[in-house]
């Protein structure tokens, strides 16, 4: 792989991250154009790292509350979260690793998109959702004057999106959107921070997973690439981060799911269907 397309797909990485629209589905996209299928894995978990960091810096705060009240509500649900994760990642770890070839990932995009056309229908009905401005009204938006220590997510609601961060580990699926989208259609608040957070653990777990499995490196084994593209991944998404956050915030979740369902149609006319 030159480090062109690293750096490329490092950008993409950066940019998707932060939006409802499945960052590891586009590389799997990138990496079926490009002819890349070695070590894709343990890229998209490296990938993953470097936004990683975009969001500790961003929720520096939060994060520093959390680390400094290590048994805390919040700590304790995010576990029960990321445990319910990893267990069911375990499960069904085989078909993740067959969708990593790109297979019926337009059936992916296609749920993601479904989860959130449900999620605003959800909002809208409970009154949370403006009928004409788009914006949500209150109680269901990260709130900068919450208190991180207890975050408004009960443990019944933990264990929903534990289970729907596991299953979005298959490309196609957006972490963010599906777990933000679920948290909304359960009655969650502060969800798309809790989001975030949940997904520092969970990223960590997965570098574990792919370091002991043993993971080929790509790009001929090219650290210093790698690195370079880390840094560039992590600038995209720091700068992108405040940006997308707001959009995910203060607009119809709706508009991603147009975006997914066309990208999903384009897919199938090329003809990107095993």
């Known amino acids: 792989m030159s480090i062109w397309i690293l750096l490329l797909l490092a950008i993409v990485q950066g940019l998707t991250e932060f939006l409802p629209v499945s960052s590891s589905g586009h590389l799997v996209l990138f990496y079926d154009w490009f002819g890349i299928e070695d070590g894709t894995i343990l890229l998209s978990v490296l ?34 979260t990321t445990i319910i994760t990893c267990g069911e990642v375990l499960l069904i770890k085989p078909l993740i690793d067959r969708m990593f070839g790109g297979e019926y990932l337009f059936v992916f995009f296609l749920i993601t998109a479904i989860l959130l056309f449900v999620s605003d229908y959800m909002a809208e009905k409970r009154g949370l959702l403006s009928r004409t401005s788009g914006s949500f009204r209150d109680g269901i938006v990260a709130s900068e004057a919450i208190d991180i220590t207890d975050i408004g997510v009960s443990y019944r609601q933990a264990i929903i999106i534990g289970l ?39 990223i960590i777990a997965s570098l574990i997973m792919e370091l002991v499995s043993g993971g080929g490196l790509v790009g001929g084994g090219n650290i210093v690439a790698l690195i370079l593209a880390m840094i560039i991944c992590f600038f995209v998404g720091l700068s992108c981060i405040r940006l997308m956050t707001k959009i995910v915030n203060n607009n119809r979740l709706t508009i991603f799911a147009y975006y997914l369902i066309g990208l999903s149609i384009i897919l199938i006319v090329l003809g990107f269907v095993r």
Not at 51 to 76: A, G, M
Not at 178 to 198: N, Q, W
């Open 47 to 80: 990938l993953h790292i470097a936004t990683l960091f975009s969001v500790l810096i961003y929720y520096r705060k939060e994060v520093i509350q959390l680390v400094l009240h290590p048994l805390c509500n919040t700590n304790r649900k995010m576990l029960v």
């Open 164 to 202: 729907t961060q596991g299953v979005a580990c298959i490309p196609g699926i957006s972490r963010s959107g599906s777990t933000i989208a679920v948290g909304r259609i359960v009655g969650a608040k502060d969800v798309t921070k809790y989001s975030f957070l949940i997904s520092i653990p969970i």
